[in-house]
């Protein structure tokens, strides 16, 4: 059971996340078109606005929805007002730190938040993504990189072409995921400051839950390792990557996302996805509760 100071937070943008224990619940809908997927700034300055009016003071794991989403994570981390530096902490498929010219989407926010002064460190973890491949290396922003304040860490991606631009030490390749969480458990023993985690389903292989993206390899045991790593507490945390479908208005956003390539939800299996979805939210929160305050 969470106290009311570590309740989680749904932003019910897609009416996709499941009950939780002790919830507060912030219908959201109205901002699905504007928000989903991408939005200006002036749009995401609004939006935090409203994060600033609603938001109590305490509040526990916030629930995005979609991992269409995942570009709310930037104001929710923007809004913290740590006491000293913290590191984010990114379970993904996707490094999330892509070129967008229209404001800020899911897939470029990581570099907004590596920018925040608050921020020692961004690690993405669980890459299978061809997005941080030689075919996509251009649509990568590589300030964050260059800088040593991004690392990439991937499972079979090939990334030699980091090595080209002096930016390899931002790239950690594994071949499995179990040699993943067991370096990055080894990094967290030397770590001192606390952490803000992001978790994004994609991550997870179809057979843990089924997502709107393609996915990577991770199993449950491997996100609780990962959790666990993190000894020096968490300042804050969210999840997304429910499954949830809509159709834009907005032709352009109708066209990104076709770009995009996202697979078609199958109708039929939505409700045994949700289900599953469920479970894994369930024992996230109680593996996140046991690393917060």
């Given at each position: 059971?969470?106290?009311?100071?570590?309740?989680?937070?749904?932003?019910?943008?897609?009416?996709?996340?499941?009950?939780?224990?002790?919830?507060?619940?912030?219908?959201?809908?109205?901002?699905?078109?504007?928000?989903?997927?991408?939005?200006?700034?002036?749009t995401m300055r609004r939006f935090r606005t409203?994060?600033?009016?609603?938001?109590?003071?305490?509040?526990?794991?916030?629930?995005?929805?979609?991992?269409?989403?995942?570009h709310l994570s930037w104001?929710?981390?923007?809004?913290?007002?740590?006491?000293?530096?913290?590191?984010?902490?990114?379970?993904?498929?996707?490094?999330?730190?892509?070129?967008?010219?229209?404001?800020?989407?899911?897939?470029?926010?990581?570099r907004r938040v590596a920018m925040l002064p608050s921020v020692s460190h961004v690690h993405v973890l669980g890459i299978t993504s061809a997005d941080i491949g030689?075919?996509?290396?251009?649509e990568n922003y590589l300030t964050p990189l260059k800088k040593g304040k991004l690392t990439y860490w991937n499972i079979g991606v090939d990334t030699g072409w980091a090595r080209r631009l002096g930016i390899e030490k931002a790239f950690r390749g594994f071949d499995t995921p179990e040699a993943?969480?067991?370096?990055?458990?080894?990094?967290?023993?030397?770590?001192t400051v606390p952490s803000y985690l992001s978790i994004d389903k994609d991550a997870f292989a179809p057979n843990v839950a089924h997502t709107n993206w393609d996915q990577g390899l991770l199993q449950v045991d491997h996100a609780l390792g990962l959790i666990d790593s993190l000894r020096n507490g968490l300042v804050g945390s969210d999840i997304n990557g429910e499954v949830s479908h809509y159709r834009y208005q907005a032709w352009w956003k109708r066209r990104l996302s076709a770009m995009d390539e996202q697979p078609e939800i199958d109708p039929a299996m939505l409700a045994?996805?949700?289900?599953?979805q469920h479970a894994l939210n369930l024992q996230l929160l109680e593996a996140i509760a046991a690393r917060s305050g």
């Open positions: 059971m969470h106290s009311l100071d570590h309740r989680p937070v749904v932003l019910d943008i897609d009416h996709s996340v499941g009950p939780l224990p002790q919830r507060l619940v912030l219908p959201l809908e109205h901002w699905q078109e504007s928000i989903r997927f991408g939005c200006s700034l002036a409203m994060l600033d009016e609603l938001l109590p003071e305490q509040y526990g794991t916030v629930f995005l929805g979609s991992g269409d989403f995942h104001p929710l981390i923007a809004r913290l007002k740590p006491e000293t530096p913290i590191q984010v902490v990114v379970l993904d498929n996707h490094p999330d730190n892509m070129r967008f010219p229209f404001g800020v989407h899911c897939g470029s926010w990581v030689a075919g996509h290396a251009w993943m969480v067991d370096a990055f458990a080894e990094l967290q023993r030397t770590q045994e996805w949700q289900a599953q």
